[in-house]
Each structure stands twice: as C-alpha cells, then as structure tokens.
Antibody
Framework: QLQLVQSGPEVKKPGTSVKVSCKASGSTFSTSAVQWVRQARGQHFEWIGS????????NYSQMFQERVTITRDMSTSTAYMELSSLRSADTAVYYC??????????????WGQGALVTVSS | QSVLTQPPSVSGAPGQRVTISCIGSSSNIGSGYDVHWYQQLPGTAPKLLIYGHNNRPSGVPDRFSGSKSGTSVSLAISGLQAEDEADYYCQSYDSVLSGWMFGGGTKVTVL
C-alpha cells in the first residue's frame, strides 16, 4: 500500500523560496503521478500541479506556473515541489497526493500528511 | 471563488440522510470528467471517499454514495453518524482552466 510522508513545517521570508518533499513507500510510486495541492486556513483547496513519476512530465496550474517547479527522484521515491517569490498569501498547508498517471479516473489517493508553510517577515 | 459550487453547510440528526450538491459547468462536470469526493476531518489530510461519481475505495462504508445529473453531482450520506461530522469536498477537472478544481467544501454537522 502506497504511503506518502512529507517534510516538516517551514517558515520563510517574503521573496524567498520553499521546497517541500514527499517521500513514497510502496511499490506503486513509479507507476503513478504525484499531485500537489494547497489549503490556506479556512480556504478551499488549490491545485498547484503534478508530475508523472515514470516520465517526469509536469503539468502546472496557470496560477502557479511562473513560480513552481515540481521534480522527482526515482532513486529515493521522492517528489518535490518548489515555490519561489513567496508572499504572505502563500501561507498554507501543502499536500502531495498520488493519482493515476494519465486521465482523470481514480481521484487523489493517498495524501501526504501536509506541510505547513508560513511566509512572514 | 471555486469553479465548483457547494453549500457551506448541511446538518442532520443521527440516522438521517443528508445530501451535498456540487454544481459545475460545461467545462468540467458537464464535459464528462470524473468527479471525486473527499472527507476531511479537523486537522487531518483529506481522504478519498468517492471516485468516478459513485465508486467507493476499499474501507469506505456503503452509507456514502454519489450520483450525477447534467452539470451537477451529489454526495449522499445515509444513516448519519457522529463520526461523519467533517468537511466534504468535490473535485473535477476543468478544460478551460486546464487543471483540477475543488468545490468550496461543505461542513456536515450531526445534531
């Protein structure tokens, strides 16, 4: 059974970058896509982007595509999401989740535990 | 503002049936993209509840069911239990925005 464990909370200054990791355990990581989603306190979910683990192909939300880079390291079964030019509005819990590599079937399952990123001067 | 519209809250007594609507448009639900539902308990990560309109992952009770009609979908919870008190979110792909979208969430309260 695939499990996703994310890195810990981060506090960053405005204008800097943050890199959140998502380490997978289980045999299906290489055949999945990793999705990244964030949730600000009291707000709804915002999809950030995704990476197909096998090919490395990425797909970014129009809202984040200028500032986000998603990568993966197959040797350590880890995916990464780096967000640059941080501002206070980026303060949120960032989640990774596994999904089918193509198409829209199956939903996001499982999810990581989330990583709180706080942007404050 | 969410592309998918959900009621902010619904409530019901234990044992009752409640439904949560999720209204989309022709660029998402109406285009035939799969709709998924998630349950989020306070302070925890979301959990997949329903995928592909009306399919339950292993371990999800059959009290939870989904349906679709045109550009909207619904999640029904029958035999409401105290442990069902949580936030519920719908999700679909949107072809105009070229990405995944979530509803604004519905808080279910068990009276």
């Amino acid at each position: 059974q695939l499990q996703l464990v994310q890195s810990g909370p981060e506090v960053k200054k405005p204008g800097t970058s943050v890199k959140v990791s998502c380490k997978a355990s289980g045999s299906t990581f290489s055949t999945s896509a990793v999705q990244w989603v964030r949730q600000a306190r009291g707000q709804h979910f915002e999809w950030i982007g995704s990476i197909v683990v096998a090919s490395g192909k990425t797909n970014y939300s129009q809202m984040f595509q200028e500032r986000v880079t998603i990568t993966r390291d197959m040797s350590t079964s880890t995916a990464y999401m780096e967000l640059s030019s941080l501002r206070s509005a980026d303060t949120a819990v960032y989640y990774c989740a596994a999904a089918a590599p193509h198409g829209t079937w199956g939903g996001f399952d499982p999810w990581g535990q989330g990583a709180l990123v706080t942007v404050s001067s | 503002q969410s592309v998918l519209t959900q009621p902010p809250s619904v409530s019901g007594a234990p044992g009752q049936r409640v439904t949560i609507s999720c209204i989309g448009s022709s660029s998402n639900i109406g285009s035939g993209y799969d709709v998924h539902w998630y349950q989020q308990l306070p302070g925890t990560a979301p959990k997949l509840l329903i995928y592909g309109h009306n399919n339950r992952p292993s371990g999800v009770p059959d009290r939870f069911s989904g349906s679709k009609s045109g550009t909207s979908v619904s999640l029904a919870i029958s035999g409401l239990q105290a442990e069902d008190e949580a936030d519920y979110y719908c999700q679909s792909y949107d072809s105009v925005l070229s990405g995944w979208m979530f509803g604004g969430g519905t808080k279910v309260t068990v009276l």
